[in-house]
């Protein structure tokens, strides 16, 4: 489990910087830098609504990442093993709009 910090602030899992959803997907199969690399769990928060939640769900700030971005170091079998890791996408709205900042090339 990584400390997670994400600066998707449009992302309906997103609170104060923490996710909701338990685990997330970074897409990026043949990345060979960050922005080759996508938050795959985002969606969109919708305008007027609040983040995705529940009274199970809470915002954490550990979380389990599945990682297809083979390339990076802290990728092994398919999981990530960094200590901390940065997800970014100000303002996006899309999921390949998102970042892993913390991808480094093996």
């Known amino acids: 489990m990584a400390d997670l910090k994400c600066a998707v602030e449009n992302c309906g899992?997103?609170?104060?910087?923490?996710?909701?959803?338990?685990?997330?997907?970074?897409?990026g199969k043949h990345a060979d830098d960050c922005d080759g690399t996508c938050c795959e769990?985002?969606?969109?928060?919708?305008?007027?609504t609040d983040s995705f939640k529940s009274s199970v769900v809470h915002p954490s700030q550990t979380i389990s990442i599945d990682c297809e971005a083979v390339k990076c170091i802290y990728n092994s079998n398919?999981?990530?093993h960094a200590e901390h890791v940065d997800?970014?996408?100000?303002g996006a709205c899309?999921?390949?709009e998102t970042a892993c900042a913390t991808f480094t090339e093996k």
Do not use: T
């Open 78 to 80: 398919y999981k990530c």
């Open 94 to 96: 899309a999921c390949g």
């Open 87 to 90: 997800i970014k996408g100000c």
């Open 13 to 27: 899992y997103n609170q104060d910087h923490l996710c909701c959803k338990g685990d997330i997907m970074v897409g």
């Open 41 to 48: 769990s985002f969606f969109q928060r919708k305008e007027g």
